[in-house]
């Protein structure tokens, strides 16, 4: 366990090792599908002459997409498995590039944050409700962004009792293989059924959802996306009411937000940091 993190590294979900996985199937399109993502909701065409700090980098598909559209990156996350899988991908893409950097470190560990400077961007999707302290992390986020920067975070959408089984189901899956096991044996064959009769009730061609996934989700792929759901644990969702009174507090405005398609998933969240009044 580390002491800043609460929740000890064997009851918490392998993210590294599911982006390990995914990775093999990093392309051209789904980088692509990355860089519209980032700039569809950033509302911008480039990043050129800006700092993109990724927090929790996972796969580090983001940071490549960040560099792809220009910006100086710097990318980080807790679990050394996904580090190596940014490092991977920047050997394949950047090789030797000195304005792509890569460390481990955690965004619960405030000296870090505070070490690491300020960026124009700060990316923090999926992340910070994974930490075992979302609010401590949310809170260290905003010291990393600079004024009059931007702050583009997903985090779960609390949905009561419906998070609340949810948080039983990974709390399952995260205890052992026993618990991995059911949970895959009963979860994945419903996730595919469950998808399979919404598709045949609305009259589309199931096929057209694992077709179609990347270029509507970020250029994830489905079934690593239903992996990391059915795992990702620590998990603390939040009404997205509180992360904006929260950020508002700080002093930032709401630029745009997005609710998850079915209630259940990422609310999306950007926020800029206003420029304080010179006195
Ligand atoms: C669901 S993945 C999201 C990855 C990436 N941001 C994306 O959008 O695809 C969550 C990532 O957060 C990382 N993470 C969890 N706790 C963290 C912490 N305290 N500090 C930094 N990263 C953390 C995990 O290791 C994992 O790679």
Not at 109 to 136: K, P
């Amino acid at each position: 366990m580390n002491g800043r993190e609460g929740i000890p590294n064997a009851d918490r979900f392998a993210f590294g090792k599911n982006w390990r996985s995914f990775l093999s199937v990093v392309d051209e399109e789904r980088i692509r599908d990355a860089q519209t993502s980032l700039c569809d909701f950033l509302g911008l065409e480039s990043l050129a002459g800006m700092r993109f700090l990724d927090v929790g980098s996972g796969s580090g598909l983001f940071s490549l997409a960040a560099r792809r559209l220009g910006a100086e990156v710097h990318s980080f996350d807790y679990d050394p498995e996904s580090v190596k899988c940014a490092e991977d991908l920047k050997r394949r893409y950047f090789p030797d590039d000195p304005d792509w950097r890569i460390e481990q470190g955690s965004v619960l560990d405030r000296d870090f944050m505070e070490n690491l400077g300020q960026f124009d961007v700060c990316y923090a999707w999926g992340v910070l409700h994974h930490t075992g302290s979302l609010w401590q992390a949310l809170s260290n986020v905003h010291v990393a962004v600079v004024e009059g920067g931007l702050l583009f975070v997903g985090i779960y959408n609390d949905q009561d009792v419906v998070s609340a089984i949810w948080e039983r189901i990974k709390r399952t899956y995260c205890s052992g293989e026993l618990g991995r096991t059911i949970c895959t044996a009963v979860f994945y064959p419903a996730f595919f059924l469950s998808g399979l009769v919404i598709d045949v009730l609305h009259l589309r061609n199931p096929a057209r959802r694992y077709k179609e996934h990347k270029r509507r989700h970020r250029g994830m792929s489905l079934v690593h996306d239903w992996k990391d759901w059915l795992g990702g644990y620590p998990y603390e969702p939040a009404r997205p009411q509180r992360v904006i009174s929260f950020f508002e507090n700080l002093g930032y405005t709401l630029s745009k937000f997005k609710r998850p398609e079915y209630g259940f998933g990422n609310n999306e969240f950007l926020l800029k940091k206003e420029k304080r009044e010179a006195r």
